[in-house]
């Protein structure tokens, strides 16, 4: 059994159904469910017994502790967090608690569990902290992508809350010897994105009939990683990964926003044609850039190459063609998340179920 933390968000969801699937071991699977975290993507798991899904929080001591310890968890997963860019601007301080705060009860909670295991599982046991490139900070056109020695330079309170989670799981495999990975990876794209972030926007809004919204010149480059290969490379870092370690996972596919919105609208011109017959390109509508906005941003994922064999299987076009395939085959699962009434279901669920149930 694995503890999985935030998943029935985007990439913990993919992961968990990845893992189930691909492994013979079960799951707990934490999630506060924010508005991010979506049990319809798990819908496929209602009746898998392998699969215990509790709704919690990673800052709640006493009831991480109680699932340890129920459940003698042989690795934890940490894809807990607050990870929208926007919203951190907006409103940092859930950042600072989730994150931050939230990491690091989680590491106690871990550690004392960890301490308290015999020799033999204490030294299998595994602690791996999901984090993002955007620790770096902004690279400018030419330099070299991140590699796991370049420093932190995070510039935005999403960021800079990440950033603080890393060097809290490195100290505490310093300090305390608790077996812990930590993984960087860039831009994450493919099924069950939540759609403010800007590849399932796009889809979304350019069916809609909708402005799809570019900040600034839109030549803000990211790398991108197709939402599976990021899977695979975590769970080959379960397995493998040097304890204390950083890898950094990237899709080699450094592209500007402007590129994928148009590359998006190709797709979208040959797969659903809008009724009018003309290209959904003509939607794309130039916004104020975001505050701070970092230019550039790439991942030199060769270490992960190199030590542990991994390279993503996705290349950015198969990808990209996948997801809007996705998107355009799962319009209620979009309507569902967008809706009202999935939120109302959580509520009235989990009012009557004590926080706990599974998906
Ligand atoms: N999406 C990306 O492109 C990307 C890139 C790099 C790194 N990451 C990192 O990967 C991880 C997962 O990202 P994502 O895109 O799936 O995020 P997401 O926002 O889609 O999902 C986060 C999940 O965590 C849950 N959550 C939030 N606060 C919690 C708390 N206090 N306790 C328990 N659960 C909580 C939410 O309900 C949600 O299900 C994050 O740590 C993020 O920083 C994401």
Redesign the pocket.
């Known amino acids: 059994m694995i503890l999985v933390?935030?998943?029935?968000?985007?990439?913990?969801a993919n992961f968990v159904l990845d893992w189930l699937a691909e492994q013979q071991e079960g799951v707990v699977n934490?999630?506060?469910?924010?508005y991010?975290?979506?049990l319809e993507t798990l819908a496929t798991l209602k009746d898998v017994k392998a699969h215990v899904f509790v709704r919690?929080?990673?800052?709640d001591s006493a009831l991480v502790d109680k699932l340890l310890a129920e459940h003698q968890p042989r690795a934890v997963v940490n894809?807990?967090?607050?990870?929208?860019v926007d919203r951190s601007i907006h409103g940092p301080e859930d950042f600072v608690q989730?994150n931050v705060v939230?990491t690091f009860r989680l590491l106690e909670s871990v550690r004392g569990y960890w301490n308290g295991l015999p020799a033999d599982r204490k030294a299998a046991f595994r602690f791996l902290h999901?984090?993002?490139?955007?620790v770096y900070g902004s690279l400018k056109t030419g330099e070299p992508a991140f590699t796991e020695e370049t420093k932190y330079e995070p510039n935005s309170p999403y960021s800079a809350s990440?950033a603080a989670s890393d060097h809290l799981v490195r100290a505490w495999h310093h300090t305390y010897g608790l077996p812990v990975l930590t993984t960087n990876?860039?831009?994450?794209y493919g099924p069950y994105h939540?759609p403010e972030?800007l590849i399932p926007l796009m889809i979304v809004n350019a069916l809609a009939g909708k402005p799809l919204p570019v900040y600034g010149d839109g030549m803000q480059v990211r790398d991108w990683l197709y939402v599976k290969d990021h899977c695979s490379a975590i769970r080959r870092v379960l397995e493998a990964g040097r304890l204390g370690e950083t890898y950094n996972v990237g899709g080699w596919n450094e592209k500007p926003n402007i590129e994928i919105v148009r590359t998006v609208c190709a797709l979208l011109d040959e797969l659903k044609p809008r009724a009018d017959g003309k290209p959904y390109s003509e939607q794309i509508a130039y916004v104020v850039d975001r505050p701070g906005h970092d230019r550039r941003y790439a991942i030199d994922a060769r270490k992960l190459e190199r030590e542990l064999g991994w390279k993503p299987e996705e290349t950015f076009e198969t990808g990209i063609r996948k997801t809007v395939e996705w998107y355009l085959a799962n319009g209620e699962w979009v309507r569902n998340v967008q809706s009202g009434a999935y939120r109302e279901w959580v509520q009235k669920h989990y009012a009557s179920s004590a926080g706990k149930g599974a998906a």
């Open positions: 933390t935030g998943g029935a968000g985007f990439i913990g934490l999630d506060k469910l924010t991010a975290g979506n919690g929080d990673i800052g894809f807990a967090a607050e990870s929208h989730t939230g999901v984090s993002t490139d955007e990440k990876c860039s831009n994450n939540f972030k």
